[in-house]
């Protein structure tokens, strides 16, 4: 079956559409139904309010809906029996052996269990940190980094074909000043007397990289024509700074298919060909724009220049092309890069920004559709910023002072499973604390380590069966000697584990990689409750010398447990420890 609850969902989606074909209901929204396979309020093996939502539409009132509702539920193969309760909600039982068939099922699959095939083979194109290359990667990027890292994961996972991008704006004003900066750190190590100015780059990172053009110039750059200068230094620090980032990165798992340069976008003479295309829709024009409010004023000027029209589409306000110098915008750049993005023929864009960039959106969504005609093509998630604490202090940054937390001072403190585990345990959109002191403490109050624990006790168990020689492969085909080995806490545990590709579906639909997270603690906390019952109820622990069956039966449950929980780590990117 793979995917029972999704069963169920279509289920429930196609009898509403023979409720509504035969005019037995009244217009209904789909959306609105549910299934409950998780919470602690359920009455069955799985409960959903399908029934309360159309009992309240009935329009034929001699149809008796409960009735034929119930007949044609049993009719699917997994149900054991439904109950319709008085509330309206519909308890459906699952036949045990269709549960003990999900379990050989993941055993069989292995790390394939819950992957998905996309019929359509859609390539998604999916960007994400593209920070840009005038300093390490810090604190703030890195909660996008393991989020779009994670996201690609579970596209995956789920059947896409996903390609992860890094769009490096190696051109503008901030560069500029990057390149200058970069060569008045040369200077101050040759004794020359200039200081850096408050709008530049005064990071210590900046001395370490002049170092290394003294090491290998010497004094060469000291009295080259400025042009000449500027060029060097500014390509000297981007390659360096990127080499940095990459290396960064790499410290968490984080590795990227491919590098789009802005400065290739330009010398693409793209911009042009999108030109034409947005003016053959009406979409160019000149005008003059008010000043926006706020912070973003960098395109402005009180004059006529080259404007897109966004507001015709998704925008409160058209967006200017061209500077006074002839220069495009930034904008018109990020506009050419998505171009670049669209003509390589991916099925979906996805963008990974930082809630900074909120008021971007739109005008970047109305560009897209501009081009695609389709309000979907291009997607962009948003997520908050993270807050450094240690030794129940706010660590503060700011980068005009050069005083930032850098990705790897975090690295070097916490290690990867912690960040990566913690960046995507929230809603994207919610800010979060990133506690440096709780994220390693070896308890049940922290997840990643509470996770980690149950797959490396389950670990401990199945390695124990082997010395044993144990070999829980082999059961009886008969079912029911399994289910009298099988405790109802056990059942819970079981409903739990084969709910995994419902949960991978979802975060891959939704783009929410929190829910495996919220899978993971939920799952884990049951399973550790159970192993504590055992300590108190022999008849609940997992190995029984003197029952090899009854020891066979747990340990198909656990083992299922084990692979699921090792699915999930490696999608996350953590470790799965066989001991801790």
């Not at 900074?356 to 948003?382: A, C, F, Q, W």
């Not at 509470?450 to 069966?465: L, T």
Request: charged share 25%.
């Amino acid at each position: 079956m793979n995917n029972h609850i999704s069963y169920l969902l279509n289920f429930f989606h196609n009898y509403l559409k023979f409720l509504k074909s035969n005019n037995i209901i009244s217009d209904i929204n789909a959306d609105n139904i549910n299934i409950d396979f998780i919470s602690k309020s359920k009455q069955g093996d799985v409960s959903s309010n399908f029934f309360l939502i159309v009992q309240k539409k009935i329009l034929i009132k001699n149809f008796n809906i409960q009735s034929d509702l119930k007949s044609k539920l049993k009719k699917v193969k997994f149900i054991n029996y439904v109950e319709i309760s008085k509330k309206g909600f519909i308890n459906i039982f699952f036949k045990k052996d269709f549960l003990i068939d999900e379990l050989k099922n993941i055993i069989g699959q292995k790390q394939n269990y819950g992957c998905t095939s996309n019929k359509k083979n859609d390539d998604v194109n999916i960007e994400f940190v593209s920070a840009n290359p005038t300093g390490p990667i810090h604190i703030a990027h890195i909660r996008g980094a393991v989020i779009g890292d994670v996201l690609s994961n579970i596209l995956k996972k789920t059947g896409y074909n996903v390609i992860k991008e890094y769009y490096v704006n190696d051109t503008g004003t901030q560069i500029e000043k990057l390149g200058i900066s970069l060569y008045k750190r040369y200077c101050q190590l040759l004794k020359v007397n200039i200081k850096l100015k408050e709008n530049e780059y005064p990071g210590k990172y900046l001395i370490d990289i002049a170092n290394d053009i003294l090491k290998r110039d010497k004094d060469k750059w000291l009295n080259k024509p400025k042009k000449n200068i500027q060029e060097y230094f500014e390509s000297f620090a981007i390659n360096s700074l990127m080499t940095q980032i990459k290396n960064d990165l790499s410290l968490i798992d984080i590795k990227f298919d491919t590098f789009s340069y802005e400065s290739n976008i330009i010398k693409s003479n793209l911009i042009k060909k999108l030109f034409l295309k947005l003016k053959s829709k009406n979409l160019i024009y000149e005008g003059v724009l008010d000043k926006p409010l706020g912070e973003d004023v960098e395109d402005w000027e009180p004059r006529k220049q080259l404007l897109f029209r966004s507001s015709a589409l998704f925008d409160n306000s058209d967006r200017a092309f061209k500077k006074s110098n002839g220069d495009w915008t930034y904008f018109a750049n990020d506009s050419a890069y998505h171009y670049d993005k669209y003509n390589r023929k991916f099925s979906k864009l996805i963008n990974i920004w930082g809630a900074d960039h909120i008021g971007y959106i739109p005008r970047m969504k109305s560009l897209v559709y501009s081009i695609t005609d389709d309000k979907n093509y291009l997607e962009i998630l948003t997520c908050q910023i993270v807050r450094l604490l240690k030794n129940n202090k706010v660590l503060k940054m700011s980068k005009r002072e050069g005083n930032f937390i850098t990705l790897k001072q975090v690295y070097d403190s916490v290690g990867k499973d912690a960040l990566r585990y913690f960046m995507i345990s929230t809603r994207s959109e919610t800010s979060i604390d990133f506690d440096m002191n709780k994220v390693i403490v070896k308890n049940k109050d922290n997840p990643v380590f509470y996770c980690q624990y149950a797959y490396a006790r389950a670990s401990s168990v199945i390695n124990k069966a082997k010395k044993l020689n144990v070999d829980y492969s082999v059961i009886n085909n008969k079912n029911m000697d399994i289910l009298k080995y099988i405790s109802s806490f056990e059942w819970e545990i079981i409903l739990k584990i084969i709910s995994y590709p419902y949960i991978l579906e979802q975060s891959s639909e939704y783009r929410e990689p929190h829910r495996i997270t919220n899978y993971l603690e939920n799952l884990s906390s049951d399973f550790h409750s159970f192993w504590n019952k055992g300590k108190d109820q022999e008849s609940l622990r997992f190995i029984n010398e003197k029952n090899v069956e009854k020891t066979k039966a747990k340990l198909l449950w656990l083992e299922s447990m084990r692979i699921v929980l090792k699915n999930a780590f490696e999608i996350i990117g953590i470790e799965s420890p066989e001991s801790m």
